[in-house]
């Protein structure tokens, strides 16, 4: 996970600038972290099968997304899905206020 984390942010632009910009606090959308987060499990996956997938890498993935789920879900559930996910649908005094 720490070598596709470093080479998911090595490739630049988008990939690069959105994991940043949670980092700094500029981007406090949760949703963006989720799929940023799937982004770099999925694309480390993809790094194992690309030269030819093996019995022994695909178990190697499932592991991977296994242990990537196994840090975001308990995430989310502690946030509150209805809160990450459809903030819009939660009531104003739960919410944080607006940014700009």
């Known amino acids: 996970m720490r070598e596709a984390c470093f080479d998911y942010l090595s490739l630049g632009g988008v990939f690069s600038n959105g994991p940043v910009a949670l980092l700094s606090g500029l981007n406090p959308r949760p949703l963006s972290l989720v799929m940023h987060f799937f982004a770099v499990a999925i694309y480390g996956v993809g790094r194992l099968l690309l030269p030819f997938p093996s019995p022994k890498r695909l178990w190697i993935g ?23 996910f459809f903030p819009a649908t939660v009531p104003a005094y739960y919410r944080a206020p607006p940014t700009k």
């Open 62 to 84: 499932a592991r991977l997304i296994s242990s990537a789920s196994s840090i975001i879900f308990p995430i989310i559930k502690a946030e509150g899905v209805r809160q990450m």
